[in-house]
Each structure stands twice: as structure tokens, then as C-alpha cells.
């Protein structure tokens, strides 16, 4: 059973997610406020974390940061009354992998739930992906460069992946946040282009392209697949 943990400091707002998300089968736990939501954070094994911004002792970005510090693979989704593209871009930096914007809906609270944990499972093939330095286990969900382990967030490896599957075709922003974010998710088209900027940090700028005028590709010869035995 997947464990979501809900940290919001407005009680009614925690009380419709919970009843929406226990439906669904989840295992919920929830925190009032930043401090209490770190404790249940580090207590407990997590595997996605409803986070909102505007928190008591300890806000959201603090929250982010010291989560994604310790943990680079659960899914971190945040919850902002604020409407701002720098908002986004700044918890994106922070190592959030989505953003919703209040108020919403619960239905497609769940429904964007549920696809991500569809999406992480249909990832989770037995097989590994080998391009020179460039090593993906997709069966762990780790990736390694120059044998080294990198520490991607959930969405930076699924962004890494959705290119690498598409290589030498030519994507466009558009194209990566609906594919990668979703249809229903808001966000502007530079998200793409700040989690496209952290990765070709940590693969020291190789293989992605910038096409100007049109997006991004993933420019590789050979890709070697490799079944898991």
C-alpha cells in the first residue's frame, strides 16, 4: 500500500484529500505544520508527499529542500495558493516535482495521484540502458554517469527516460510537459526548461540539444538495452 503523507496547515483542506486519497486504497498521514511534517517524513517510509507552501514553524520551500536533501526519490507534489511563475520555478529548483494551485479539485487531485504512481510502475521495467557513460537501471530507478550515482528527482528521471526514448527526434517544450507533466498540469513551459538545465548539469552537458526555435533532443547513435537476468 503506498503512503502518502499530506503536510497542510488548513484542516479541512487535509480532511477532503485524506477521504479522496483512503478511496483509492492509500495509506494516509497527515502534519498541521512543517516541523510535524519532517518528523512524519523521516519516521515513516514515504512514497509521495502533498506539500503546502504557506506553513506554520517551517514553510513549504524549507520543507522541500530538507526532503529532497535526504530522500532524491520520493515525489514531492505542492500545494500553492499563489499563482506565480517564479513561485514554480523556484520550488522546481528546490527539487519539487509538481505543483498545484489552490483552490482545485480533489477528483483530479487523485487522478494526477494515480498516474503518477501508474507512470513510476510501468517504469519499473527489468531491463538497463547503457550510452557510453550514461547507465540507467530502470529497474531500481537509479541512474549512474561515469559510475558515479547521480541523485535525480523523480521527475528529472522521468524527463531523462521520456528523452532518451525519443532520441533524435526533435521535442518541443509543449510536447515534454504534456508528456512528462501531464495534460492537466499548469505550469509554464520553462519548467522544462529549468529541470532540462539541472540535468545537463549533472551529465556534464552531454547528449541534449537545445534546437533553437523548436525544443529539445536527445542526440545519441547507438543505445544498448539490456535485460536484467
Known amino acids: 500500500m503506498k503512503r502518502i503523507l499530506i503536510i497542510e496547515d488548513e484542516k479541512n483542506i487535509r480532511k477532503i484529500i485524506k477521504d479522496y486519497l483512503k478511496k483509492e486504497n492509500y495509506k494516509i498521514l497527515e502534519a498541521e505544520d512543517g ?4 518528523n512524519k517524513f523521516f519516521e515513516n517510509n514515504i512514497d509521495l508527499v502533498i506539500l503546502d507552501i504557506m506553513l506554520p514553524k517551517i514553510d513549504g520551500w524549507s520543507v522541500c529542500k ?3 536533501h535526504k530522500n532524491k526519490e520520493v515525489y514531492i507534489l505542492m500545494l500553492t495558493a499563489r499563482d506565480k511563475e517564479l513561485d514554480e520555478i523556484f520550488g522546481f529548483e528546490l527539487g519539487a516535482d509538481e505543483y498545484i494551485t489552490k483552490p482545485f479539485s480533489p477528483r483530479v487531485l487523485v487522478a494526477k495521484i494515480n498516474r503518477i ?9 527489468s531491463n538497463k540502458i547503457k550510452i557510453e557513460k550514461l547507465l540507467i537501471n530502470k529497474d531500481s530507478h537509479r541512474v549512474y554517469y561515469d559510475n558515479n550515482l547521480l541523485n535525480l528527482s523523480p521527475k528529472e528521471y522521468e524527463l531523462l527516460l521520456y528523452l532518451i526514448e525519443n532520441k533524435n527526434i526533435v521535442l518541443s517544450r509543449e510536447k515534454i510537459l504534456d508528456n ?3 495534460y492537466n498540469f499548469f505550469g509554464d513551459v520553462r519548467t522544462v ?3 532540462i538545465k539541472k540535468l545537463r548539469k549533472k551529465i556534464e552537458n552531454n547528449y541534449i540539444e537545445t534546437i533553437r526555435g523548436y525544443g529539445y533532443m ?6 544498448d538495452y539490456e535485460k536484467n537476468k
Open 35 to 38: 516541523e510535524e511534517g519532517l
Open 66 to 68: 530538507q526532503i529532497r
Open 117 to 125: 504512481f501508474k507512470k513510476n510502475l510501468e517504469l519499473n521495467k
Open 180 to 182: 512528462v507533466w501531464g
Open 193 to 195: 526548461d529549468t529541470h
Open 218 to 223: 536527445f542526440s545519441f547513435k547507438e543505445i
